[in-house]
């Protein structure tokens, strides 16, 4: 039997070794194969201008932003100043029935799958330039990596383009990196064309998914486990969901919104992350919130008292404090801000604010700040351990036309507080500091890649959390970042104490307070000027209702108003109004 298939393997080669040469094609590519009908294509370069003329289009997506199509227009007019040709500039957008164009340069994500296919092997922060049939597509995920592709290939046409002609080899391909950090975070699983990258500034990246689900988001976690990072937080806060990722250089964040269901990724270099976790502490006080009036001193040469500006001090378990913004840019809002620490404080010389949060970048919330740094004799006396923000991009204040104090912030964070942390806020974060802990609701990034329109939308809004007592601060929420929060939160929102937003003026909306129902208000405005004043602010109509729901309604004034934590209101009928 073993000689019998021995033998009948041995013909079953033979039969092989002559019918497999008459299936092998070893005509080369373009020659005639015998046949007369059948012709192998020669792979040609593309001429995309020829005798001065060209019959390619620059192509953008429809949705496409400022910068990406001019650096698509970059790339159109280097080709006319090369060649003296004139080519079309127009969007992605095909109605129904009409064929795509064959010859089109494709820059940026647009609705073509030479773009989406291409993008599938691309890193975020990379670039990539390739010939597909008789298209040239040039694609990136952020906005320096494809200007830098665009630069790239503009400068090969500058090389090679010729009066009247240019032609691109059938080959031509490049890539490049455009911007590390984005090169560090992993695809994301949704559609390729539900993908947008966005600079939150900071050396801050952010890839925002919208289309997905809170299975995609959950699929995620294994995709950075698999690329090497760690998990070092998560949770679910209403219905949406938020987890922290780590390796030695990179901190990831990530949220799902249930209600818009998208996700937001940023990635940015690490920093000390102790204020995330659980710290052991000794107790030698009770914790308190403090609203501390801004009407105290003067702010113009009429000497008309101010009315705004923000001052929240919180005092924790172990006697080191909580600040918020700091009040207005007057110099007396430093020495208020040192007294106010002073009289709170277990050990005045030893006075420790374990987190400086700025909500906003405007004077009357950043001015205390920044005229407390600036006086040595304070900067020197009081230890800033950590410092949380949410700048947006410098680009966007330019644009608005209205920085507040936002770059001379960011310049004396490393110089005046080189050993504090200084840590980029994002949505879904959660700080636990002596007993008290932070929960992040609202950053700017929530409504990225949308332009910020109002410098007050990017404040940032969180809920202070000691002995189960809810303090939400608002900051200057604005109408829409209220309207946010509503619509993303619902009765999740719902705190004992609020912080009245934009010190009542436009910003809180009817909803809004509803869903909070808090028993207390803070409210930080004056109640000496005209349009300042208690009177006036409740004629509106957003106001009266959050006065309508509370117990306790507390004017900064020129007071300070300190209640221990937790804190429980007087039971009254008509809300007792205290100046």
């Not at 410098?394 to 507080?417: A, C, F, H, I, K």
């Not at 050993?419 to 879904?428: E, L």
């Not at 000496?528 to 209702?545: Q, V």
Request: proline share 4%.
């Amino acid at each position: 039997m073993k000689k019998q298939n021995i033998w009948i393997i041995s013909l079953m080669l033979v039969i092989l070794m002559i019918v497999v040469p008459g299936c092998t094609d070893t005509n080369t590519p373009g020659e005639n194969t015998g046949d007369p009908g059948v012709v192998t294509p020669v792979v040609q370069d593309l001429s995309v201008v020829a005798d001065g003329a060209s019959s390619y289009s620059v192509i953008v997506r429809e949705s496409a932003s400022d910068a990406v199509a001019e650096a698509a227009r970059n790339v159109l007019n280097t080709i006319q100043s090369a060649t003296g040709a004139k080519l079309t500039f127009c969007d992605d957008y095909v109605m129904n029935g009409d064929p795509i164009p064959e010859k089109e340069i494709l820059v940026g994500v647009t609705n073509r799958e030479e773009s989406l296919s291409l993008l599938k092997d691309v890193p975020y922060g990379a670039y990539a330039i390739r010939v597909v049939d008789e298209k040239i597509v040039i694609v990136a995920w952020d906005e320096d990596s494809l200007n830098k592709a665009c630069a790239v290939f503009s400068a090969m046409v500058r090389k090679t383009g010729t009066e009247g002609s240019l032609l691109i080899p059938a080959d031509y391909t490049e890539v490049g990196v455009g911007c590390e950090a984005l090169q560090q975070l992993p695809h994301y699983g949704a559609a390729d064309e539900a993908i947008q990258t966005v600079d939150l500034g900071d050396a801050c990246y952010m890839v925002y998914a919208k289309d997905t689900d809170a299975e995609e988001f959950r699929a995620y976690q294994t995709v950075l486990e698999n690329a090497g990072y760690t998990q070092f937080a998560s949770r679910q806060y209403g219905n949406n969901l938020h987890m922290i990722y780590t390796n030695e250089e990179k901190i990831i964040c990530a949220s799902f919104m249930a209600k818009d269901k998208d996700a937001r990724i940023s990635i940015e270099d690490a920093y000390d992350m102790t204020l995330f976790t659980e710290q052991e502490y000794e107790k030698i006080c009770e914790p308190s919130v403090t609203l501390v009036g801004q009407e105290g001193y003067m702010n113009d040469s009429e000497g008309v008292p101010n009315q705004i500006g923000l001052c929240l001090i919180f005092r924790l378990e172990d006697g080191r404090f909580i600040v918020v913004d700091g009040g207005d840019y007057v110099p007396a809002a430093g020495p208020l801000l040192m007294r106010t620490l002073r009289n709170l404080a277990v050990d005045q010389s030893n006075i420790t604010i374990a987190a400086w949060i700025v909500t906003h970048a405007h004077s009357d919330h950043t001015g205390g700040f920044v005229h407390f740094t600036e006086d040595l004799k304070y900067h020197r006396q009081v230890k800033v351990e950590n410092i949380i923000h949410h700048l947006v991009r410098t680009e966007q204040y330019d644009t608005l036309g209205d920085p507040g104090q936002s770059q001379r912030v960011r310049n004396m964070l490393p110089r005046e507080y080189p050993k504090a942390t200084v840590i980029k806020a994002h949505t879904g974060q959660l700080f636990k500091i002596a007993g008290m802990e932070i929960e992040m609701l609202f950053t700017y990034e929530d409504l990225e890649p949308s332009p910020l329109e109002y410098h007050n939308t990017s404040s940032l809004v969180f809920r202070v959390t000691a002995q189960d007592n809810t303090v939400l601060v608002l900051g200057d929420a604005s109408n829409r970042s209220c309207g946010y929060l509503v619509h993303s939160y619902g009765d999740f929102l719902k705190s004992d104490i609020v912080q009245v937003a934009h010190h009542g003026y436009t910003g809180g909306t009817i909803p809004l307070y509803e869903a909070i129902d808090a028993d207390v208000l803070l409210w930080p405005c004056g109640v000496a000027s005209i349009d300042g004043s208690y009177e006036r602010l409740m004629e509106r109509d957003y106001n009266a209702k959050a006065v309508e729901l509370a117990e306790e309604v507390y004017i900064a004034g020129k007071f300070i108003h300190t209640l221990p934590l937790p804190y429980t209101p007087e039971d009254v009928e008509t809300p007792r109004i205290i100046y």
